[in-house]
Each structure stands twice: as C-alpha cells, then as structure tokens.
C-alpha cells in the first residue's frame, strides 16, 4: 500500500518545529515508524540550496531566482526521499512543503500562482499532502516566539522581511485552506503547544485511520 504524507504549514515561529516532534513521537508511540522531513533540505543537496536560500549575504537574489532554488530543492527532495518513502508505504511528516511556495512566492513576492502551482507539481513529481495542517498565526507574535525561543537577534534573508510581507503570506495562506477544505486544516497556532498537539492529532489520527484495511 502507497504511504501517505502529512505537512505542517504556517508562519515562522508559528510552532512547525514543535508540533512536528510531537506528532512523531505519538506516532512512533502507535508503533507506526514515521519519517520526519524539513523543507528546504532534508536531503545533501537540498540542504546546500537550503544554505544559499537563507544567507544574509545574498541580498540581491531575485524573486524568480528564489521561487526556483524552493523548487530545485523540492525536486531533489522528493526524488530522494519521498517518492521512495511512499513507494514503501511510509508514513512521512513534512515541515513545509508546496504550499510554502505559493504563500510566500506568491502571496508573499508576488509571483504568479497559477505558474507556481504548475512548477509546484513538477518538483512535487505529483504528490500531495493527504493532509495540510495550517498553524494560523499573527506575524508579530510568531516573531517574537521566533526570537525567543533563540535567544538571539541575527535574522536569516527571509526573516528580516517586513511585517507587511509576512501579513500577505498569512492571506495567502489563509486562501489556500478556504480553496481546499478538504486537505487544509486550520489550526489555531496562538493556543498553548499542548492544545495545538491535542488538535493535531486528531488529524493525523484520522489519517492514520484512513489507511487501515
Ligand atoms: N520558504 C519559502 O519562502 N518558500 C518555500 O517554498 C519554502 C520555505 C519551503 C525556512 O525557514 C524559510 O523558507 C521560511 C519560509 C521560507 N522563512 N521565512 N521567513 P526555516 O526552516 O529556518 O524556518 P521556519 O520553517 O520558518 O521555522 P521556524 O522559524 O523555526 O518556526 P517554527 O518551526 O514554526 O516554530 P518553532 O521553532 O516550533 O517554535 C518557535 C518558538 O516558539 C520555540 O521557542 C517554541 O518553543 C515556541 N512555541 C512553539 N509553539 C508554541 C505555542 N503554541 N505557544 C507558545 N510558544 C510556542
């Protein structure tokens, strides 16, 4: 049987990283072996293209240089590791994936949609999500949790990006999950992680559910 592929998707600092850690340790709890991936990376040269993404140093990139390096490593990504995971039906967890592109590429730079959503299913090699959890929350305070959590001010190329640009991302976001009720599902990030988790995984659990005999 195919495997299945749920992302986690929102604003930096919505809490990704955490939930993803929590999801897979109650799925390993389950006894299901789960792979946990990140976007961009999660494979060498995806992780190379990741660190020429994020460098402050790169000022000068452009938008369309940006949308393709997200893509080129999606591509890598998927050849290496998910088609394959699937392929042996693996369950995978995916910080980040296609929709990233479309809300900040799109949403966020302005690029075309339509255009991205193609280019999205040619690195995406076709697959998508069975479920999209969207953490849904306000710019500013993502912010501020970001540079809590680390203690430091240094922002990567992204992060140093207006309030305005992350406002727009977030609509884009937003119009995604009212687009596709039916994969997307909104999650109140501002909760506490332990409510965050607790609706989560509901779910991921009708996902795992969904793939019993
Ligand atoms: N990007 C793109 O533009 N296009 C694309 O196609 C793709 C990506 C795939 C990746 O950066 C950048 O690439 C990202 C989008 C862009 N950039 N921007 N800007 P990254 O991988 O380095 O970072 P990130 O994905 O944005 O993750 P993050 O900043 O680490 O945020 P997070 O994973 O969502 O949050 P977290 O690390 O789990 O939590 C942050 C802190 O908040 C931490 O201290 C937690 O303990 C705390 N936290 C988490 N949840 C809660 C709750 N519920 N309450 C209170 N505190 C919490």
Do not use: H
């Not at 296609?98 to 339509?114: F, P, V």
């Amino acid at each position: 049987m195919k495997g299945k592929l749920v992302s986690v998707e929102g604003l930096d600092g919505a809490g990704k990283t955490l939930l993803v850690e929590g999801l897979a340790e109650k799925i390993r709890q389950r006894g299901i072996p789960v792979t946990v991936i990140r976007e961009p990376g999660g494979s060498e040269v995806s992780e190379r293209i990741r660190g020429v993404l994020l460098d402050p140093q790169n000022e000068a990139m452009a938008s369309t240089t940006e949308a393709l390096l997200y893509l080129a490593a999606r591509a890598q990504l998927v050849a290496e590791v998910i088609q394959p995971a699937l392929e042996a039906g693996k369950f995978l967890l995916c910080d980040r994936f296609t929709d990233s592109t479309l809300a900040y590429q799109g949403g966020g730079r302005g690029l075309d949609r339509d255009m991205l959503a193609a280019l999205n299913l040619m690195a995406a090699d076709g697959v998508v999500p069975d479920r999209t959890i969207l953490l849904d929350i306000d710019p500013q305070l993502g912010r501020q949790r970001r540079l809590a959590g680390r203690g430091e001010v240094m922002e990567d190329r992204l992060e140093s990006e207006s309030m305005a640009f992350y406002q727009r991302v977030r609509e884009s976001y937003l119009e995604i999950a009212r687009q596709e009720p039916r994969r997307v599902y909104l999650v109140d990030a501002e909760k506490s992680p332990a409510a965050v988790l607790a609706r989560a995984w509901e779910i991921v659990e009708g996902v795992l559910d969904s793939g019993k005999g």
